[in-house]
């Protein structure tokens, strides 16, 4: 399935759980291949944020690969994040 990124823009953005994340805001292509790199979310639900270590940042950048689907709203995998730890 072929979508404008345009259209993109706006979608609510859910983990397979049905937990809300955010909302998609851009999405970030490789000038030199035209990959997909991930996704740019933006508005982050707050306990989003607390558990990949992002609070108080205006948006993030969710690689590709954590993208299970995209439609009427974008469905990412369950992903367990640890923040790197603090030396």
């Known amino acids: ?7 993109m823009s706006g979608l609510e953005v859910f983990t397979e759980g049905g937990k809300h994340v955010g909302v998609l805001e851009d999405v970030s292509i490789d000038p030199e291949t035209g990959k997909v790199l991930g996704i740019i979310l933006s508005k982050l639900d707050s306990d989003f944020s607390k558990k990949i270590g992002a609070e108080g940042k205006k948006g993030v950048i969710v690689p590709y690969k954590a993208i299970k689907s995209i439609g009427d709203i974008v469905l990412l995998r369950d992903l367990i994040y640890e923040p790197p730890k603090k030396s």
């Open 1 to 7: 399935m072929v979508s404008r990124l345009t259209k």
